[in-house]
């Protein structure tokens, strides 16, 4: 008999300014990835090639950084992937706190909650 698995839905706690996530610009805070360019053009990559690339895909598609109209992946801000044993690990670089970044990390959440409806999902900051 399968047990079934509790979804816990895991919120940010509000962080004030200056959180060391954010940076101070002309136009208000700034996620530091997005100041600083920290990306990563070669993500760690673990598990089956063929369902990597369709979440790869997938994420590129729906989480997208409202300020350039660009997909997490095409900007390089996916630091790793992983997926196997029933988990799913996303690490991307930028911040949870700044400006959309909770968004983004919450659209991450759901695409690979419908690519992978029976995995544990994780999705981590590496900022």
Same mark, same amino acid.
């Given at each position: 008999? $399968?047990?079934?698995?509790?979804?816990? +839905?895991?919120? /940010?706690?509000?962080?004030? @300014? !200056?959180?060391?996530? =954010?940076? /101070?610009?002309? @136009?208000?805070?700034? =996620?530091? @990835?997005?100041?600083?360019? $920290?990306? =990563?053009?070669?993500?760690?990559?673990?598990?089956?090639?063929?369902?990597?690339?369709?979440?790869?895909?997938?994420?590129?598609?729906?989480?997208?950084? %409202?300020? /350039?109209?660009? !997909?997490?992946?095409?900007?390089? +801000?996916?630091? /790793?992937?992983?997926?196997?044993?029933?988990?799913?690990? *996303?690490?991307?670089?930028?911040? %949870?706190? =700044?400006?959309?970044?909770?968004?983004? @990390?919450?659209?991450?959440?759901?695409?690979?909650?419908?690519? *992978?409806?029976?995995?544990?999902?994780?999705?981590?900051?590496?900022?």
């Amino acid at each position: 008999m $399968q047990q079934a698995h509790a979804v816990v +839905w895991m919120h /940010s706690a509000p962080v004030p @300014a !200056g959180c060391g996530g =954010c940076l /101070s610009t002309d @136009a208000g805070p700034k =996620c530091r @990835a997005h100041v600083h360019g $920290q990306s =990563c053009a070669h993500p760690n990559l673990a598990g089956r090639m063929d369902m990597l690339h369709r979440v790869l895909d997938a994420l590129d598609r729906d989480v997208v950084d %409202p300020d /350039s109209g660009r !997909g997490i992946v095409a900007l390089q +801000w996916v630091k /790793s992937l992983r997926i196997d044993h029933g988990e799913a690990e *996303l690490t991307v670089t930028f911040a %949870p706190q =700044c400006g959309t970044g909770q968004e983004m @990390a919450g659209e991450a959440f759901d695409t690979l909650r419908r690519l *992978l409806p029976d995995t544990d999902i994780y999705v981590r900051h590496d900022c």
